[in-house]
């Protein structure tokens, strides 16, 4: 009697261990489970919805007037239709509006108008009106929070409307770096309106180059069969068929990012004037800033 009192015993402890712990432990787990997702569900109801468009704080640019920046900030939202309009663009617009020649230079990845502040003075002396714009997303022009809504199409379209609200003609387009691709594909679209092209350490990729190091998104095509690759190859037979106007291919020899591919608009405008700006590298305007802008002046001019 004693040995199954002793056997019973051992049983009952070996159903509390296998059937009844696991149970015990299984509430338990659910208990913390459910405390955590309830904190998850309160803690996101509670957090603030992340807004679209934010727009950098005015008192982050004080102080560049002290390091050449010394231009009226201009600021529109271009109106894309059905009451709409684009997030806020900001420009400046130097030098007489009855001018003759416009110049408006474009900026690429990491940078704004800024690059430009050493050229503008001298082109502005010389009695041009130039603009440049901050591309939606760099420098004081608002920008996305979400990575998706930057692509080509988004920066061809700010720059298009931009130049219809501005009303300009005999437009001498200056573009460096990811302007480049944006700027020369415009020209292609609307051309009545430019006069000269000024081309400057930048590229027209209709296939993988070195996306990686270039953030500016989904602008440079990582296939052949993409929509901006399509875009860049009609821009190349564009600029080697029908664009007979003056420009000027203007590369550093210091800029190991863009080297060689100067030789593509050699080959795309064998009627270009070339000029290499030595002792430069890939932000030729922080180098040789007022140097550019005399070159540009001596084309206009037709003196070079």
């Known amino acids: 009697m004693a040995d199954l009192k002793q056997y019973l015993k051992w049983v009952a402890i070996i159903l509390i261990w296998w059937v009844a712990l696991p149970v015990v432990i299984s509430a338990l787990l659910s208990i913390v489970s459910a405390k955590e997702l309830l904190i998850g569900l309160m803690f996101i109801m509670r957090r603030k919805k992340k807004p679209v468009v934010v727009r950098t704080p005015e008192d982050r640019f004080l102080g560049l007037e002290k390091i050449g920046y010394t231009f009226k900030s201009n600021y529109v939202e271009l109106p894309i239709g059905g009451g709409k309009t684009m997030p ?136 052949t069969r993409s929509p901006v690759a399509w875009d860049m190859q009609t821009t190349r037979d564009f600029l080697a068929a029908k664009w007979k106007r003056p420009a000027l291919i203007m590369f550093s020899d210091k800029d190991y990012f863009t080297k060689g591919h100067e030789k593509l608009f050699q080959k795309l405008l064998p009627h270009a004037s070339n000029k290499t700006v030595v002792g430069a590298g890939h932000f030729l305007q922080e180098d040789k800033g007022e140097e550019l802008a005399m070159h540009i002046t001596s084309f206009i001019e037709g003196k070079l």
């Open 88 to 223: 806020r663009v900001h420009y400046i617009d130097e030098g007489p509006r009855d001018a003759k020649e416009t110049i408006v230079c474009l900026h690429g990845e990491h940078s704004w108008s800024f690059l430009y502040r050493s050229m503008v003075p001298g082109l502005v002396k010389a009695g041009y009106r130039v603009i440049a714009l901050d591309f939606i997303g760099f420098g004081k022009s608002d920008k996305f929070t979400y990575a998706d809504m930057y692509n080509h199409e988004l920066y061809k379209l700010t720059l298009r409307l931009l130049l219809d609200h501005l009303k300009v003609q005999n437009v001498t387009l200056v573009c460096h770096d990811c302007g480049g691709p944006v700027g020369l594909s415009v020209v292609k679209e609307m051309p009545e309106i430019f006069s000269r092209l000024v081309i400057m350490n930048t590229f027209l990729p209709i296939g993988l180059y070195k996306a990686g190091a270039v953030k500016w998104s989904q602008l440079i095509p990582m296939s």
